[in-house]
């Protein structure tokens, strides 16, 4: 096996399994994920040991599965979609605090009404009761909330 052969059997290997590997062949785990690999690559030319090893450091038999394609299309190198890579589709993915979406606008949105002189006074609390907000209150089969406007959205009406 030759130096890129080992390039390639490395190549979808984590820095978990990196790891592992290097453990396991008795060198140093640490690094990053190019020193490591040159590391394992240096001892595996070295040795001339390819195979990969377990954490117990037994060999360990390569397979390759991918999903959705048949012998032949796998033996004929044929890729029936673009998430097909030999280590799977998930490699390389980490976890970060960072949320992966943010909210523009509370769910339904801002609304503004306003029919005649749009240069009105404001007018004070509708709450502002002298019993209390609640006063007169009861219930019915009526639903008491209605969605004005669509997540994010705002809505203006002005006449006059």
Same mark, same amino acid.
């Given at each position: *096996?030759?130096?890129?052969? @080992?390039?390639?059997?490395?190549? /979808? =290997?984590?820095?978990? $399994?990196?790891? &592992?590997?290097?453990?396991?062949?008795? =060198?140093?785990?640490?690094?990053?994920?190019?020193?490591?690999?040159?590391?394992?690559?240096?001892? *595996?030319?070295? %040795?001339?040991?390819?195979? =990969?090893?377990?954490?117990?450091?037994?060999?360990?038999? &390569? &397979?390759?599965?991918?999903?959705?394609?048949?012998?032949?299309?796998?033996?004929?190198?044929?890729?029936?979609? !673009?998430?097909?890579?030999? #280590?799977?589709? +998930? @490699?390389? +993915?980490?976890? %970060?605090?960072?949320?992966?979406?943010? &909210?523009?606008?509370? /769910?339904?949105?801002?609304?503004?009404?306003?029919?005649?002189?749009? $240069? #009105? /006074?404001? %007018?004070? +609390? +509708?709450?502002?009761?002298?019993?209390?907000? !609640?006063?007169?209150?009861?219930?019915?089969?009526?639903?008491?909330?209605? @969605?004005?406007?669509? /997540?994010?959205?705002?809505?203006?009406?002005?006449?006059?």
């Amino acid at each position: *096996m030759d130096a890129s052969s @080992v390039d390639n059997l490395l190549r /979808p =290997l984590t820095i978990k $399994d990196l790891r &592992v590997q290097c453990r396991a062949r008795g =060198l140093t785990p640490a690094g990053g994920i190019e020193a490591l690999k040159d590391r394992l690559k240096e001892n *595996m030319l070295e %040795t001339k040991d390819f195979a =990969l090893k377990s954490e117990t450091g037994e060999d360990m038999t &390569v &397979v390759q599965v991918t999903a959705g394609q048949s012998s032949s299309d796998v033996a004929a190198g044929k890729s029936m979609n !673009n998430y097909t890579r030999p #280590a799977g589709q +998930n @490699v390389g +993915n980490f976890l %970060t605090d960072r949320s992966s979406s943010r &909210v523009l606008a509370p /769910p339904g949105g801002a609304s503004q009404i306003v029919f005649g002189d749009a $240069d #009105a /006074p404001k %007018t004070g +609390n +509708n709450y502002a009761r002298p019993g209390g907000q !609640n006063v007169g209150n009861f219930l019915t089969d009526k639903p008491s909330s209605k @969605v004005s406007a669509p /997540p994010g959205g705002a809505s203006q009406i002005i006449f006059g």
